[in-house]
């Protein structure tokens, strides 16, 4: 939706007027003089802000898995997913890291087009704020990428206690590819190494490359 938005303002003239129906060898009297407000950002303001939105609702999932995987009372699974909880801190602050990040997220939300402030000695009256739109739109694709990192790393974390019981290959795959930069949780250690570490990994589509062959495979995405 986002994409198709953009592709037809990108193409799209934004002179004010537009002058049509003559080259520059023809008087100007001849041509169609068309006063237009194409140059008015607010198409693709808002699309940023709807993509601000359908982005954060990512990460407002995955921080509530997270907080279902840290919880035993709903995983069964050790408290925070450590060994000796009681002596380990685990996953409760990166827990507490992704909340925090989601709840910033919200604040983002707020659409920048729905502001406005007159300028240029109030010729233009109705201002779109696209460029706020976007630079929060980064913002958030920032912060999503950092939640969805600390979320991978506690499903591999978890994944570990249901041993020697295997995942789908998929899965498997992603495992695999985390453990290799990041190894498992025995005792408490700094995260943001760790973090940073698969965010990259988000970030430059590896993990999307470990399972692309297995989804290109399957019907339901075929």
Known sequence: FVEGIFHTEFNSATDNPLVLGVDSSESASKADIISAGNFHGEYPAKALDYLTIGIHEL????????????????????????????????????????AALVSENKTLCFPSSADTQTTSAGKEDHVSMGGWSARKALKVVENLENVLAIELLAACQALEFKRPHRTTEPLEQVYALVRSKVPSFVKDRAFTPDIQSVQKMI????????????????????
């Open 203 to 222: 970030a430059d589509n590896q993990i999307w490359e470990a399972v692309a062959k297995y989804l290109d495979s399957d019907p339901l995405f075929g």
């Open 59 to 98: 990460g407002n999932m995955s921080e509530r898995r997270l907080e279902r995987l840290c919880n035993p009372s709903c995983s069964n699974l050790p408290a925070f997913l450590v060994e000796s909880p009681g002596v380990n801190s685990g996953f409760m602050i990166p827990h507490c890291t992704s």
